[in-house]
């Protein structure tokens, strides 16, 4: 295991459709973290889960975003009814219960046309 | 959100020691300083973090004023491939929540 993975790498949709991201942790890690980033900016929190619980969710996270970690494994992350604004990169990371910082995967580029 | 002032850009020579400033004057008792960097089109890279000794390990030296209010992250000898962005974030450890990232110090090693 050589790290966190995420699938795809980049994703072109139209706006509209719905997307699906795909994030493999590292596996004895616990925790999970979905983060975005737009150009130019830091990345920002979404949602994190410890297992298979998703325990906290950001405000950033509307409606028509969805996470889950159906067996405290590997992660998914929908958008639904894609909007031009949601064009930017979408991090994953993992983590040990106790552990100092985080390991981020080389993200998701999603670009809404 | 974001508790850390860091300058938007640096340059460094390659082979001289970069010195990457932080200034987190709210900063809370329980609350370590961390350093992530994040190479272009990558994601952050963990880089090192301490409470209120200086600490080092193989990629990077932590200064943490007495006062805790500010840091500086040391990178001894600058190459090339250290040109990236450079957060420093302020979290409790081991809360499980986010760090908030800020928009960082973009360094640039010139050769």
């Known amino acids: 295991d050589t790290g966190v993975s995420q699938n795809p790498r980049h994703k072109i949709t139209k706006r509209g459709q719905n997307v699906t991201f795909r994030c493999d942790p590292i596996?004895?890690?616990?925790?999970l973290y979905w983060y975005r980033q737009t150009l130019g900016q830091g990345p920002e929190f979404l949602t994190y889960?410890?297992?298979?619980?998703?325990?906290?969710k950001s405000r950033l996270l509307s409606d028509r975003f969805s996470a889950e970690r159906p067996k405290g494994s590997f992660s998914t992350l929908e958008i639904q009814r894609t909007e031009q604004g949601d064009s930017a990169m979408y991090l994953c990371?993992?983590?040990?219960?106790?552990?100092?910082?985080?390991?981020f995967g080389s993200g998701t580029r999603l670009t809404v046309v | 959100d974001a508790k850390t002032t860091q300058p938007p850009s640096m340059d460094c020579a390659e082979g001289r020691a970069a010195n990457l400033p932080c200034n987190h004057s709210?900063?809370?008792?329980?609350?370590?300083v961390y350093w992530y960097r994040q190479i272009h089109s990558q994601g952050p890279q963990y880089i090192i973090h301490?409470?209120?000794n200086n600490e080092t390990n193989e990629m990077a030296s932590l200064i943490i004023t007495e006062d805790r209010k500010s840091s500086t992250l040391i990178l001894p000898h600058a190459t090339l491939r250290d040109t990236a962005v450079y957060y420093c974030?302020?979290?409790?450890?081991?809360?499980?929540?986010?760090?908030?990232f800020g928009t960082g110090t973009s360094l640039t090693v010139i050769p």
């Open positions: 990371a993992s983590s040990l219960l106790q552990d100092y910082g985080y390991t």
């Open positions: 709210t900063i809370s008792g329980n609350e370590y």
């Open positions: 974030i302020v979290r409790p450890q081991n809360t499980g929540n986010q760090f908030y």
């Open positions: 889960f410890q297992n298979e619980a998703q325990l906290e």
């Open positions: 301490g409470l209120k």
């Open positions: 596996s004895e890690h616990n925790r």
